[in-house]
Structure formats: structure tokens, C-alpha cells
């Protein structure tokens, strides 16, 4: 872990970051045959498994959890994750991850600020979530090789 936050470090300006937490969509090809089915029914209007990521610079899946509904929030699926429940198995002491704004700010996650309704974000804020961004692409770029590699997934 000190070698990939050496090399974070060095890539995108963020001391003892170890790796890029994302969320995505597989979308399933039917409604599921089971009494929770409308759990399934994500936010992009289609039925689906949601799959959580993180991954490191080099766009290495490092953990990933699967099969939560479609419907379950980004955070959710985090906060019942081992990465959460057991963080001193994948994080030494000051390092975390990067997520976006649906991931809540905690002592291993640091996410980019969420822009209020109607307001607009101080500058710092947002001088600090374009630091992150350079990172969260690479989640971005990973999920996207995955379903490149497994185009069922898609």
C-alpha cells in the first residue's frame, strides 16, 4: 500500500491516498423473479446490480463488493462493505481513498465536495474537487476497461 500512495502521490499531488472508490451499474436483462424486484430498479431507469470498486493507479481492481440492488446508494453499499466494518485491514495509519460526492466523508474516505441545490461551490471547494478528479478518472477508466473486458457486464 505505501508503494501505490507513493506513486498516487506523485500522479496527482494527494499524500497517503491508496486507491479510488466508485459504484457502478449491470444492468440486468429481465425484472428479477423475487419480492424485492423494485429494489433492482435503478436510478437509470432499468433493472440492475449495483458493483462497488476500489481500485489503484494502475487501474487494478483491489476490492470490489457485488450484487447489491440497483437502488442501493453509493454509501450504503460502502458502509456494509469489510473495507468499512474492518479498515485496519486495508489502510495503515493516514491513508484513505478518493470518491465522489455520493461517498461520505469519513477517517479512510475522502470525497469531493457536493455542489448545494441552486448555490454554487467556493472556489476552495472546488480548486479541491478538481484535485481529486484528476483520480477519480482513473475509477472511471477502470470501470470501463472491466466492462470493455466483459461486455456482458454492460
Not at 71 to 82: E, G, Q
Not at 134 to 142: A, F, N, P
Request: hydrophobic share 35%; aromatic share 12%.
Amino acid at each position: 500500500r505505501r508503494v501505490i500512495a507513493k506513486r498516487i502521490k506523485k500522479l496527482c499531488g494527494l499524500p497517503n491516498c491508496v486507491g479510488f472508490i466508485d459504484r457502478t451499474m449491470n444492468p440486468l436483462s429481465m425484472k428479477p423473479r423475487r419480492e424485492d424486484a423494485a429494489d433492482y430498479f435503478g436510478r437509470k431507469q432499468h433493472y440492475a446490480i449495483s458493483t462497488m470498486i476500489i481500485c489503484d493507479d494502475r487501474r487494478m481492481i483491489r476490492y470490489y463488493l457485488a450484487g447489491w440492488p440497483g437502488s442501493c446508494h453509493d454509501n450504503r453499499i460502502l458502509r456494509n462493505s469489510s473495507v468499512a466494518e474492518f479498515p485496519q485491514q486495508y489502510f495503515c495509519h493516514h491513508q484513505y481513498i478518493v470518491g465522489d460526492s455520493a461517498f461520505e466523508a469519513s477517517r479512510h474516505v475522502v470525497p469531493a465536495y457536493k455542489k448545494p441545490h441552486g448555490h454554487t461551490l467556493p472556489r476552495e471547494h472546488e480548486n479541491f474537487n478538481k484535485l481529486l478528479s484528476k483520480g477519480r478518472v482513473i475509477s472511471e477508466h477502470t470501470i470501463g476497461i472491466w466492462k470493455a473486458r466483459f461486455p456482458w457486464l454492460r
